[in-house]
């Protein structure tokens, strides 16, 4: 993908968007949930999960 987002470091290696550097290739990301009030409480929204759960990479 040619999408990747500088700066972000994502290390979900099952998401469909996760690269092979540990970054992003979403292109855009969203970040919730709207009543967090912690780093806990948040998630990023764009999660997709690789197909039959596998690693995409």
Known sequence: MD???KGI???VKNCK????SNNCNAGHIKVGDT???SVADTACQ???CCDN????K
């Open 3 to 5: 999408n990747e987002i």
């Open 9 to 11: 470091i994502c290390e």
């Open 17 to 20: 968007y996760h690269g092979q």
């Open 46 to 48: 764009t999660f997709e």
């Open 35 to 37: 009543t967090a009030t």
């Open 53 to 56: 759960n596998q690693c995409c």
